[in-house]
């Protein structure tokens, strides 16, 4: 009984992962490496831009001094900024798949 | 049923062993493989499921064909929550679900990753069906190797009329989900783990990795906080010591993975924000997994004495060799990858948040280092001396208490701190009001608690206080400042505020929560009353400014449990106070009868298992406790007695006589009846603990506020759509900037 029921479950679990192995062509490498680019743009933009949110946040509660704030500021809008056109030039060249 | 069971099982190793092999060929680019082996983790999780839910049938049907059944159930084990739990109270049933909650967590974040990190995704699933293979294959060895007791679907033949039922000390409504709980916590850490490995395989070691699989690391942290918190909460209501936590090895096998994970959830904010200590968040990810597999063997092993010895068995070096693989292979990864670690920051200033949390990880891994040391130093004196030592809890307590006051205070200061760097006014500004408040809990402690004779105790009451305040300022003045932009009323700004910000607030919950954790384990320990009385019915005693009378004795008897319960109804008064309190504790004595020949029905209670049931009146600022120890001295000639002349009985019966041993069931059960009575009507002395713990409620509040402050931070925000909004937003103005600003 078991035996027979492991044959079916076998043949079950084969048959549901092969569905993408019928698949015709596969994704290029590049593509993948370049969508992985991508996200890592992303994350970092996000991340950037949580940091200005809390930098504008620290200053509003007096943590940092007016001279201090503007700098650090400047600077990771800067740094979004490099950022959005580093996400820019990505999306631009992005490598068909 | 059991055959479906096994058979999904069995074919679940199989399942397991294609998700390694699939990814892996994933891993060359051939998406197709890595679409296969993301189905396959489904389909692993499926097969998983219905192996689980087959065995907690046949639990529920009392198949005392299955072995694993037939140990750890009965008839008369109550359905809820005995039956449905009972199968985690054995080897094979724990190691089911050790790979059953993993394929859960796996099918999660490979569902929930699905299109994104192409190439890290194979080498991350490769790496948990690899943990897969390992735990189901340890199940599967099972059918080859019987004595490994890791099979759940082992036969039993033949097949008993009753079970042995579950372990005494697991008959407990914590019990039931207290190993879940933490096992769920160990598991839930191969997810990061199996990321940080994808991320150092492929050199994508950005922040990428982090933010997805963070809500993983912060739900084992929640799960694990919960199992610890129910383990201490078990040891204070169950075990008669009077204590929660008992620096017992299985207990310190949880802490050690909370403490590295919750400096692991500290340090992956400084590289999501600062690219900053790449090698050592995924040097701390690569150790919390290790010490949760570490916390799995030492349960499992039973190679140190514990309370927890109903666990040995012999996958203790199975789990070790898995933990030396995986502590070997990543360090050569590490090591391999340390030019592509290298931070892209450095620290700007000391007076920041960044460095703070360089203290708190390293004041963590510090506490880690001294719970490995401590827990396995009977192991190490073994091996160096030849002979076993264990280091007790005051040992620990001298290494634990600074460091634990010290993280505190990390903990207080750093949410008062900017990242990069934060300005001496805004630090003198910051600082003004925890440090009034920190100044007031102290005085309020030396005056009110008489805490000037407890130094530490005054100290960690201090930098409670400390932080708290620092918590609440943040709120407050976060909230204020939000008012000044929007014009909102107060309240409605902290709601929002804490809305938009769930991450950073519900984290300074959690820190708010373990001050208030402090305050319960400060107090209750460096204040508490105890005293071993030894009262006659009738009598009573004084202690501090309590009088405690031992009224009566009290008996009952479970049939169905088979136990016998010796009692005491005790009252109590406090000075001043009009009216009494009436505590019943007991002790619950459970019978090896059912594993012997019946020969002697009395003492069996007393050679077995016991429990103690704790009689208790919590309050708001103290908690008075108390245990019972029958003295069974004066009962020992009765059950002698009683017990030859039923042995001499069952002599005299002859083989296949139904009716005289169905005669001898029911003449003893009688006999223990009257025994129980006998005990009532002797009235024999009793031991008793009497404890007042002052604010432990205070402990598992604040152990409460951690957990929901866990659970804010977890919470996901309304979704991908408002935050493409913010980042629209940010975009035009940062486009606007970058259009305006010259060349």
């Known amino acids: 009984m078991e035996y027979l029921l492991a044959a079916v479950a076998i043949l079950s679990v084969a048959a549901f992962v092969a569905v993408p192995l019928r698949r015709s062509g596969s994704e ?64 631009s060249t992005k490598p068909s798949s | 049923m059991n055959a479906v069971g096994a058979a999904a099982l069995f074919v679940a190793f199989l399942t397991a062993i294609y998700v390694v092999v699939s990814a892996l060929l994933g891993t060359r680019g051939d998406s197709r493989w890595a679409d296969s082996s993301r189905r396959a983790v489904y389909a692993l999780c499926a097969l998983l499921l219905i192996a689980v839910l087959s065995l907690e049938l046949a639990f529920l049907r009392d198949d005392f064909s299955l072995a694993l059944v037939a140990q ?80 759940p679907f082992a036969a039993l033949s033949p097949v008993p009329v009753e079970g042995q039922g579950l372990n005494p000390l697991l008959r407990h409504p914590l019990m039931a989900i207290h190993p879940p709980m933490l096992y769920a916590g160990y598991v839930f850490f191969t997810i990061p783990f199996a990321f940080a490995i994808g991320a150092l395989i492929t050199r994508r070691l950005d922040a990428s990795w982090i933010r ?82 570490l916390g799995t063997f030492l349960v499992r092993s039973g190679i140190l004495q514990s309370i927890h010895a109903f666990g040995e068995s012999k996958v203790g070096p199975p789990l070790l ?32 948040r960044e460095s703070f949390f360089l203290v708190n990880n390293f004041l963590l891994v510090a506490l880690a280092a001294v719970v490995f040391w401590g827990t396995f130093f009977p192991l190490i004196s073994e091996a160096l001396s030849g002979e076993e030592s264990s280091l007790a809890a005051p040992w620990f307590n001298r290494f634990t208490t600074p460091i634990g006051i010290a993280l505190l205070f990390v903990a207080g200061i750093g949410p008062l701190l900017a990242w990069r760097r ?50 609440s300022q943040e709120l407050i003045r976060g909230a204020a400042a939000r008012r000044s932009l929007t014009g909102d009323p107060l309240l409605l700004s902290l709601g929002r505020l804490v809305a938009r910000n769930r991450r950073r607030y519900g984290g300074y919950v959690v820190h708010a929560g373990i001050a208030v954790m402090f305050i319960g384990i400060a107090a209750s320990s460096s204040f508490q009353t105890s005293e071993d009385l030894r009262l006659e019915p009738g009598q009573e005693a004084r202690v501090a400014d309590y009088t405690v009378r031992y009224v009566e004795p009290t008996e009952s008897i479970d049939s169905a449990q088979q136990s016998l319960t010796f009692g005491a109804v005790i009252e109590v008064w406090r000075d001043g106070e009009p009216e009494s309190m009436i505590l019943a504790p007991s002790r619950e004595y459970f019978s090896v009868n059912s594993q012997s020949d019946g020969a002697a029905p009395l003492r069996s209670f007393f050679e077995g298992e016991a429990t103690s049931e704790i009689g208790r009146q919590e309050g708001l600022t103290t908690d008075v406790w108390t245990a019972i120890q029958p003295d069974l001295s004066s009962l020992d000639l009765v059950m002698t007695k009683v017990d030859r002349q039923f ?54 509040a604040g152990i409460g506020i951690a957990v929901l402050g866990a659970l804010l931070a977890l919470w996901p925000g309304s979704g991908a759509r408002r935050r493409e909004v913010v980042s629209d937003i940010y975009a035009a103005r940062l486009a606007r900037e970058l259009a305006s600003s010259p060349g």
């Open chain 1, 28 to 91: 290029q490498p590049a593509a993948i490496a370049a969508a992985a680019d991508l996200e890592d743009l992303e994350a970092r933009k996000l991340a950037k831009y949580r940091e200005i949110r809390d930098t504008e946040l620290d200053h509003a509660q007096g943590k940092i001094d007016e001279q201090d704030f503007r700098r650090q500021d400047a600077e990771l809008r800067a740094e979004a900024v490099e950022i959005l056109s580093a996400l820019d030039d990505q999306k």
């Open chain 2, 72 to 151: 750890n159930s009965s008839t008369t084990t109550p359905t809820w929550p005995y039956k449905l739990t009972a199968m985690w109270g054995s080897q094979a049933g724990s190691l089911l679900l050790w790979a059953t909650v993993l394929s859960i967590a796996a099918s999660a974040v490979l569902a929930m990753t699905r299109g994104h990190h192409r190439e890290v995704v194979p080498w991350a699933t490769a790496v948990m069906g690899g943990i897969a293979v390992f735990f189901t294959g340890l199940i599967a060895a099972g059918i080859a190797f019987p004595g490994a007791e890791t099979w």
């Open chain 2, 212 to 293: 997805s699989t963070r809500r993983f690391a912060l739900i084992a942290w929640v799960l694990l906080t919960i199992g610890l918190a129910l383990g201490a909460r078990w040891s204070y209501s169950e075990l008669g010591w009077g204590g929660y936590w008992a620096w017992d090895p299985v207990e310190n096998a949880a802490l050690m993975p909370w403490l590295t994970g919750t400096a692991f959830l500290h340090s992956i904010m400084v590289q999501e924000r600062r690219g900053m200590l790449r090698t050592w968040n995924v040097s701390l990810i690569v150790l919390t997994f290790a010490l949760s597999l």
């Open chain 2, 321 to 352: 060799i898995l933990i030396a693989t995986i502590l070997i292979g990543s360090t050569l990864l590490i090591v391999s990858r340390l030019g592509d670690l290298r931070s892209e920051r450095r620290i700007d200033s000391l007076a920041s």
């Open chain 2, 422 to 471: 934060v300005s001496l006014a805004g630090i003198r500004r910051s600082l003004m009001i925890p440090t009034a408040a920190a100044a007031l809990a102290g005085l309020l402690a030396w005056l009110l608690g008489d805490a000037g004779g407890e130094p530490l105790a005054l100290v960690l009451f201090v930098v409670a206080g400390f932080t708290i305040a620092s918590v």
């Open chain 2, 647 to 700: 042995a001499q009985r069952i002599e005299q019966i002859e083989p296949g006589d139904v009716e005289a041993m169905r005669q001898l069931a029911t003449d003893q059960g009688e006999a223990i009846a009257r025994f129980a009575q006998f005990y009532v009507l002797n009235s024999p002395a009793a031991n008793i603990r009497f404890n007042v713990n002052p604010f432990i409620f205070w402990l598992w």
